[in-house]
């Protein structure tokens, strides 16, 4: 399944970037994260529990950050399983300042399902996909304006 979409965030490409790569930031803005720890310089495992349809699970796995170019791009790539399936994907994420305080983000990717979450069908699975990364990347455009009005 591919996925790609933009976003635009109330703040400098900078402060996102430092926001990405927090993982107790990550945690706080993913839906049914249920822990996430940097385990290497460009290493962090999670669990996150997920609903597709009939089927929840809980997913546990690793995210590896590559070919980074603070603060402008990188690569992401998550390897996840649980008794429900696995789940596989890699994806490049580009942040362009926009100027007066906005940046946008672009991102694409491509991800493979298996065992039984596969079953659900990939229409509800990049349904659920999508309302995720869009919750995620709302929260974490709120965390961003908190920390710009503390300083």
Do not use: H
């Not at 996925?3 to 993913?30: K, M, N």
């Not at 962090?44 to 791009?73: C, K």
């Not at 983000?105 to 990049?126: H, N, W, Y």
């Amino acid at each position: 399944m591919r996925i790609q979409g933009e976003y635009t965030f109330d703040g400098p490409r900078e402060a996102v970037w430092v926001l990405v790569r927090d993982p107790e930031v990550l945690a706080s803005c993913l839906p049914g994260t249920q822990s996430v720890k940097k385990v290497g310089e460009n290493k962090y495992s999670g669990e996150i529990q997920v609903r597709i349809g009939p089927i929840t699970g809980v997913f546990a796995g690793d995210l590896f950050v590559t070919n980074e170019v603070p603060p402008a791009s990188c690569t992401l790539t998550v390897e996840g399983k649980g008794k429900v399936g696995f789940l596989k994907g890699t994806g490049n994420i580009d942040m362009i300042d926009l100027g007066g305080n906005k940046t946008l983000m672009k991102f694409t990717g491509e991800v493979q399902i298996g065992g039984k979450v596969a079953s659900v069908g990939q229409r509800l699975f990049d349904t659920v996909s999508r309302g995720m990364i869009k919750q995620g990347l709302d929260k974490l455009n709120e965390i961003l304006q908190a920390r710009i009005a503390e300083k």
